[in-house]
Nanobody
Framework: QVQLVESGGGLVQPGGSLRLSCAVS????????LGWYRQAPGKQRELVAT???????NYADSVKGRFTISRDNAKNTVYLEMNSLKPEDTAVYYC???????????????WGQGTQVTVSS
């Protein structure tokens, strides 16, 4: 009964900006961490940014100073603000949520369907 709905991807020119969002729906879920990953054609999936329930954030070196991850707890939504985009940022971006089920206290880990971001001149 858990769903992750991503939106905000698209085509943008180098130097442009884009904002991705991922809404998490489900019952009896305690979210501990949210994150964004990306995968370019022929490449391995890589971490972009993460944010914990305590507000701590981590970024890949390649996006530091350009990307900002944030969350809206009331909406159970995580965002990724991307600025000064480069062609090498082109990839499918996936949101991820991790935590525990409050009924069993078992760990869970879910992924979104992915949204395409293309940076091209």
């Amino acid at each position: 009964q858990v769903q992750l709905v991503e939106s905000g991807g698209g085509l943008v020119q180098p130097g442009g900006s884009l904002r991705l969002s991922c809404a998490v729906s489900g019952s009896r879920l305690r979210i501990n961490a949210l994150g964004w990953y990306r995968q370019a054609p022929g490449k391995q999936r890589e971490l972009v940014a993460t944010i914990t329930n305590g507000g701590s954030t981590n970024y890949a070196d390649s996006v530091k100073g350009r990307f900002t991850i944030s969350r809206d707890n009331a909406k159970n939504t995580v965002y990724l603000e991307m600025n000064s985009l480069k062609p090498e940022d082109t990839a499918v971006y996936y949101c991820n949520v991790g935590g525990v089920y409050t009924t069993t206290w078992l760990k869970y880990d879910y992924w979104g369907q992915g949204t395409q971001v293309t940076v091209s001149s």
